[in-house]
């Protein structure tokens, strides 16, 4: 049974991460849209969800933009433009509350009531929507959030008063001007937004006021959809809004929306009145600061099944009453007034032939009145692409190229470059219209550069007429009480006033020596203002780096690149270290967790790579019990242990489980139990790191060179480090552990009671002398009794062949030459000497006879250890046990 898709109302006032709440809700989903009021709102989800997903899947589509990568899975847009039959798993709309509003709010119903999402559902906004919606959506379920940090009324304050930090608002262009101008004259400047404002535009007004070249905000009421500015405290200029046919008082939900601007995440903020507007009510500071508000009663409705077959039909379908009493008929939106105009005009009529004529009509009535000057001007541009749809299926280049040309123009005042911004808002709405013009694609990056140019130019012209930045820098110094002016270059040199103080190394700060005393602390405080900014991009930058540009030093050090930004510290257990980074506390908790976190997973990741094998072993349920016991002890050891440390339990393991560990790569040797690709030097350069962290070394242990059979003791080397490094100590040198195991195969052929001589094989496995190989094997448990006896002449060769070669002494064969001067040649006789196994009571052995030192030939006066014996017939010979070979031949001729 397919399990029902969710939908929640997530409701609460400002600042309460509900948007936030939904990004990561759509992100845990394969495919997701969200629809948001303002395109600037779109733009900046956009922004963040291309920053955590990357471009390649993430889609914009707006009225006036539209950018659809082949993969998109998680499409942002506003709410007129959400694609309505995507079947996407989730799905969103924001500010819900919007359902009630004269001008859009029956699009907002209409996704209210229809869009769906195939496994979750969000509706985002006040929780004055809470009981309409329980009513029309009846399998809702319903999350309120409380707001991050506390809201207050501070009363009527004089702009010239105004804190820092803060936003004016003001509810017509002319207003938001004058109180920019007077910003500007008192203060030093201010930023302006508006919603008519390209997302370019405002975007590079908005950085002013974020990185403090300004401190003061102007904006209308665009500011309270969402966008998320460091506002402390937010001012009305007015409490009276035109809403397109009249002038009428804001209501109380209404201006806690743009209120609510003010104190983000958990900073509280503040709200008042300045100007002529008068103070609020009682009433209403008493629900914006409690968040209460009446309930909204009504949505605004408009059919959405529309007739097409005449325009008389499609205009009946549009004046349709919903039969719900919660949802109420919508006044004529622009698109019903615009077809109204056209559908009453002869030469529109006459190109209607059909159904298709209908639709095509409707979709040109959808092109949004942007311009705004007279409706029978929009109504005639709306009339002319109509006309040249029906009659050539396209708008004419020449035609659609003139319009755009006559725009493209960056020259004059304010007034005169925003106007051309809305010229050209239409005629990209225009190109993102499938099949309307001759390769769409094309005209849509032209009529995005020319709004660009637009753009940067109205932001020049907002900041030449609002900002005096040589009023804003000195009111900032005379506040800050700052006489310096620090910068920081991409080599991380910082300047003050042109003067170097000191450098960036990767997070820390480190101030020129040079420095007096006296200079220290403002040389560093000027310096460090500087560097905040730094910080953050350097951090993300970090955050974003590729694994191959981090490295781990032998001694535990995380370096990124050439600088140490972090080191390893104990953890939890050996493969679990913890991380210490180098980052200076004046750049902030966030970059600090940021590069703790990548740092994180590149040392686990290089854990999981170099120990995969070790890990999977131990987390296999298959493992019976005993057996699961030894993978456990081998993953503590990380893949390497002696095997007197685990004797116990491999003896208690049956022929079954060690086959099964066998599969997973582990080799019982006689002298170590290991996991053969454990001995690689990335394992195991790793594994003495790893070590020596989890052992509270002061100073660590380097691996021994790669490639190498062998290699000399060191006298100094902690307890543990041979296994730990994949070798094994015998005598003055160590023995990699695998081909120790190889040489110990080669013994089991042999008569290790009796004596043997090493053969050829023996010492080229080790790269060993015959007198290094002694020292070895008297390490190794065995007695190595030196002596001389004649050479044997080697057999006469052919005229050609090599001079044969003596493995054992490395000495050259005997020749014509040196046969008479070489006769005597040294060999070495093994025995292996047991240890002593506890003996209870019994009397003291008498003292073995003495051996020879292989050294120095000088009698030895070590006791000779006792043998236990081979094991009974009755028991199973241990094929890992050294002597296994000679008790199969035990009682054989």
Same mark, same amino acid.
């Given at each position: 049974?397919?399990?029902?898709?969710?939908?929640?109302?997530?409701?609460?006032?400002?600042?309460?991460?509900?948007?936030?709440?939904?990004?990561?809700?759509?992100?845990?989903?394969?495919?997701?849209?969200?629809?948001?009021?303002?395109?600037?709102?779109?733009?900046?989800?956009?922004?963040?969800?291309?920053?955590?997903?990357?471009?390649?899947?993430?889609?914009?589509?707006?009225?006036?933009?539209?950018?659809?990568?082949?993969?998109?899975?998680?499409?942002?847009? %506003?709410?007129?433009?959400?694609?309505?039959?995507?079947?996407?798993?989730?799905?969103?709309?924001?500010?819900?509350?919007?359902?009630?509003?004269?001008?859009?709010?029956?699009?907002?119903?209409?996704?209210?009531?229809?869009?769906?999402?195939?496994?979750?559902?969000?509706?985002?906004?006040?929780?004055?929507?809470?009981?309409?919606?329980?009513?029309?959506?009846?399998? &809702?379920?319903?999350?309120?959030?409380?707001?991050?940090?506390?809201?207050?009324?501070?009363?009527?304050?004089?702009?010239?008063?105004?804190?820092?930090?803060?936003?004016?608002?003001?509810?017509?262009?002319?207003?938001?001007?004058?109180?920019?101008?007077?910003?500007?004259?008192?203060?030093?400047?201010?930023?302006?937004?508006?919603?008519?404002?390209?997302?370019?535009?405002?975007?590079?007004?908005?950085?002013?006021?974020?990185?403090?070249?300004?401190?003061?905000?102007?904006? @209308?009421?665009?500011?309270?959809? =969402?966008?998320?500015?460091?506002?402390?405290?937010? &001012?009305?200029?007015?409490?009276?809004?035109?809403?397109?046919?009249?002038?009428?008082?804001?209501?109380?939900?209404?201006?806690?929306?743009?209120?609510?601007?003010?104190?983000?995440?958990?900073?509280?903020?503040?709200?008042?009145?300045?100007?002529?507007?008068?103070?609020?009510?009682?009433?209403?500071?008493?629900?914006?600061?409690?968040?209460?508000?009446?309930?909204?009663?009504?949505?605004?409705?408009?059919?959405?099944?529309?007739?097409? =077959?005449?325009?008389?039909?499609?205009?009946?379908?549009?004046?349709?009453?919903?039969?719900?009493?919660?949802?109420?008929? &919508?006044?004529?939106?622009?698109?019903?007034?615009?077809?109204?105009?056209?559908?009453?005009?002869?030469?529109?009529?006459?190109?209607?032939?059909?159904?298709?004529?209908?639709?095509?009509?409707?979709?040109?009535?959808?092109?949004?009145?942007?311009?705004?000057?007279?409706?029978?001007?929009?109504?005639?541009?709306?009339?002319?692409?109509?006309?040249?749809?029906?009659?050539?299926?396209?708008?004419?280049? &020449?035609?659609?190229?003139?319009?755009?040309?006559?725009?493209?123009?960056?020259?004059?005042?304010?007034?005169?470059?925003?106007? $051309?911004?809305?010229?050209?808002?239409?005629?990209?709405?225009?190109?993102?219209?499938?099949?309307?013009?001759?390769?769409?694609?094309?005209?849509?990056?032209?009529?995005?550069?020319?709004?660009?140019?637009?753009?940067?130019?109205?932001?020049?012209?907002?900041?030449? $007429? /609002?900002?005096?930045?040589?009023?804003?820098?000195?009111?900032?110094?005379?506040?800050?009480?700052?006489?310096?002016?620090?910068?920081?270059?991409?080599?991380?040199?910082? %300047?003050?006033?042109?003067?170097?103080?000191?450098?960036?190394?990767?997070?820390?700060?480190?101030?020129?020596?040079?420095?007096?005393?006296?200079?220290?602390?403002?040389?560093?405080?000027?310096?460090?203002?500087?560097?905040?900014?730094? /910080?953050?991009?350097?951090?993300?930058?970090?955050?974003?780096?590729?694994?191959?540009?981090?490295?781990?030093?032998?001694? =535990?050090?995380?370096?990124?690149?050439?600088?140490?930004?972090?080191?390893?510290?104990?953890?939890?257990?050996?493969?679990?270290?913890?991380?210490?980074?180098?980052?200076?506390?004046?750049?902030?908790?966030?970059?600090?967790?940021?590069?703790?976190?990548?740092?994180?997973?590149?040392?686990?990741?290089?854990?999981?790579?170099? /120990?995969?094998?070790?890990?999977?072993?131990?987390?296999?349920?298959?493992?019976?019990?005993?057996?699961?016991?030894?993978? /456990?002890?081998?993953?503590?050891?990380?893949?390497?242990?002696?095997?007197?440390?685990?004797?116990?339990?491999?003896?208690?393991?049956?022929?079954?489980?060690?086959?099964?560990?066998?599969?997973?790569?582990?080799?019982?040797?006689?002298? %170590?139990?290991?996991?053969?690709? +454990?001995?690689?030097?990335?394992?195991?350069?790793?594994?003495?790191?790893?070590?020596?962290?989890?052992? =509270?070394?002061?100073?660590?242990?380097?691996?021994?060179?790669?490639?190498?059979? @062998?290699?000399?003791? +060191?006298?100094?080397?902690?307890?543990?480090?041979?296994?730990?490094?994949?070798?094994?100590?015998?005598?003055?040198?160590?023995?990699?552990?695998?081909?120790?195991?190889?040489?110990?195969?080669?013994?089991?052929?042999?008569?290790?009671?009796?004596?043997?001589?090493?053969?050829?094989?023996?010492?080229?496995?080790?790269?060993? %002398?015959?007198?290094?190989?002694?020292?070895?094997?008297?390490?190794?448990?065995?007695?190595?009794?030196?002596?001389?006896?004649?050479?044997?002449?080697?057999?006469?060769?052919?005229?050609?062949?090599?001079?044969?070669?003596?493995?054992?002494?490395?000495?050259?064969?005997?020749?014509?030459?040196?046969?008479?001067?070489?006769?005597?040649?040294?060999?070495?006789?093994?025995?292996?000497?047991?240890?002593?196994?506890?003996?209870?009571?019994?009397?003291?052995?008498?003292?073995?006879?003495?051996?020879?030192?292989?050294?120095?030939?000088?009698?030895?006066?070590?006791?000779?250890?006792?043998?236990?014996?081979?094991?009974?017939?009755?028991?199973?010979?241990?094929?890992?046990?050294?002597?296994?070979?000679?008790?199969?031949?035990?009682?054989?001729?």
């Amino acid at each position: 049974m397919q399990q029902r898709s969710r939908v929640c109302a997530v409701l609460g006032p400002t600042n309460t991460g509900k948007t936030h709440y939904a990004i990561e809700r759509m992100l845990a989903h394969r495919s997701g849209v969200i629809g948001l009021p303002l395109r600037l709102l779109a733009r900046e989800v956009y922004d963040r969800l291309v920053a955590k997903k990357g471009p390649s899947v993430v889609a914009l589509i707006t009225g006036e933009e539209r950018i659809v990568p082949p993969r998109a899975a998680y499409w942002v847009c %506003t709410v007129e433009a959400m694609p309505t039959s995507l079947g996407a798993e989730f799905v969103a709309i924001d500010e819900v509350q919007l359902c009630a509003d004269p001008e859009r709010g029956h699009v907002f119903t209409d996704r209210l009531l229809n869009l769906r999402g195939l496994s979750e559902t969000l509706f985002l906004g006040s929780d004055a929507m809470w009981g309409v919606i329980s009513q029309l959506v009846p399998d &809702a379920d319903f999350l309120r959030r409380d707001r991050f940090s506390e809201l207050t009324y501070s009363g009527s304050k004089k702009i010239s008063r105004m804190p820092e930090r803060s936003a004016i608002v003001g509810f017509s262009v002319d207003n938001v001007y004058s109180i920019a101008e007077l910003i500007r004259r008192q203060k030093g400047g201010a930023a302006v937004v508006m919603g008519a404002l390209s997302p370019r535009t405002r975007n590079a007004q908005v950085e002013m006021y974020q990185n403090g070249d300004v401190d003061y905000l102007v904006a @209308t009421d665009a500011i309270g959809m =969402g966008l998320n500015l460091d506002i402390d405290h937010v &001012a009305f200029s007015g409490t009276s809004k035109f809403d397109g046919r009249n002038m009428r008082r804001l209501m109380p939900n209404e201006l806690a929306q743009i209120a609510g601007r003010a104190g983000r995440y958990q900073n509280n903020g503040t709200f008042g009145v300045t100007g002529e507007a008068r103070p609020l009510e009682d009433e209403v500071v008493n629900a914006i600061e409690n968040h209460r508000f009446s309930p909204i009663q009504k949505l605004q409705w408009r059919n959405s099944r529309l007739d097409f =077959g005449t325009t008389a039909t499609l205009l009946r379908s549009l004046e349709r009453s919903s039969d719900d009493p919660l949802l109420i008929k &919508a006044r004529e939106a622009g698109d019903h007034l615009t077809l109204r105009s056209l559908s009453d005009q002869p030469e529109i009529i006459d190109r209607i032939q059909n159904a298709r004529d209908v639709q095509l009509l409707w979709d040109t009535c959808q092109l949004p009145d942007f311009r705004q000057v007279s409706h029978n001007e929009h109504v005639a541009i709306v009339g002319k692409i109509f006309e040249f749809l029906a009659d050539g299926g396209q708008i004419p280049v &020449a035609w659609f190229a003139d319009r755009v040309r006559r725009i493209d123009k960056t020259h004059g005042d304010i007034d005169a470059l925003s106007k $051309r911004l809305a010229y050209i808002r239409t005629w990209t709405y225009v190109t993102q219209r499938k099949g309307w013009l001759t390769d769409e694609n094309y005209w849509r990056d032209e009529t995005r550069a020319v709004e660009d140019r637009l753009s940067d130019a109205l932001h020049g012209a907002l900041t030449k $007429r /609002f900002v005096d930045r040589r009023t804003s820098i000195l009111m900032r110094r005379l506040k800050q009480k700052e006489a310096l002016v620090a910068e920081v270059n991409k080599d991380g040199e910082v %300047t003050i006033e042109g003067e170097f103080v000191g450098k960036l190394n990767a997070f820390q700060f480190q101030l020129d020596k040079s420095a007096d005393a006296d200079q220290v602390k403002t040389l560093r405080s000027a310096a460090i203002q500087a560097l905040q900014p730094e /910080f953050s991009l350097r951090s993300d930058r970090f955050y974003n780096a590729p694994d191959t540009e981090f490295d781990f030093t032998e001694q =535990g050090g995380l370096m990124w690149g050439e600088h140490a930004v972090g080191k390893l510290v104990k953890g939890d257990d050996v493969m679990s270290p913890a991380i210490h980074v180098f980052v200076d506390e004046e750049a902030g908790t966030d970059v600090a967790d940021k590069v703790r976190k990548r740092l994180g997973h590149f040392i686990d990741r290089k854990i999981t790579a170099a /120990f995969e094998h070790i890990i999977n072993m131990r987390d296999d349920e298959a493992l019976p019990g005993l057996a699961k016991g030894v993978a /456990f002890r081998l993953a503590e050891s990380l893949g390497v242990i002696p095997r007197s440390a685990i004797s116990n339990d491999i003896k208690a393991l049956d022929q079954d489980q060690r086959g099964t560990l066998r599969k997973h790569g582990i080799r019982f040797g006689q002298y %170590t139990v290991f996991h053969h690709l +454990m001995l690689k030097p990335a394992p195991t350069r790793l594994r003495l790191v790893l070590w020596s962290l989890f052992e =509270g070394l002061d100073e660590f242990p380097e691996a021994p060179p790669a490639g190498l059979v @062998t290699v000399p003791a +060191m006298p100094d080397a902690p307890k543990g480090y041979y296994p730990r490094a994949g070798y094994r100590l015998a005598g003055e040198r160590a023995i990699r552990i695998d081909m120790l195991e190889r040489l110990a195969d080669m013994i089991r052929a042999h008569d290790v009671k009796g004596g043997f001589e090493a053969n050829p094989d023996m010492l080229s496995i080790t790269g060993m %002398t015959l007198d290094q190989f002694a020292d070895l094997m008297q390490g190794l448990g065995y007695a190595a009794d030196k002596g001389e006896r004649d050479k044997v002449k080697p057999t006469p060769k052919a005229a050609g062949d090599e001079v044969a070669t003596d493995v054992a002494s490395e000495e050259p064969a005997p020749t014509e030459e040196n046969v008479e001067e070489d006769t005597k040649e040294v060999f070495y006789t093994f025995k292996w000497v047991p240890k002593a196994r506890p003996q209870g009571n019994r009397p003291q052995q008498s003292k073995p006879k003495a051996r020879r030192d292989n050294k120095n030939g000088k009698q030895s006066n070590k006791p000779k250890q006792h043998s236990s014996g081979p094991p009974k017939k009755d028991k199973a010979i241990d094929p890992d046990n050294p002597f296994a070979a000679l008790m199969a031949l035990k009682g054989k001729s």
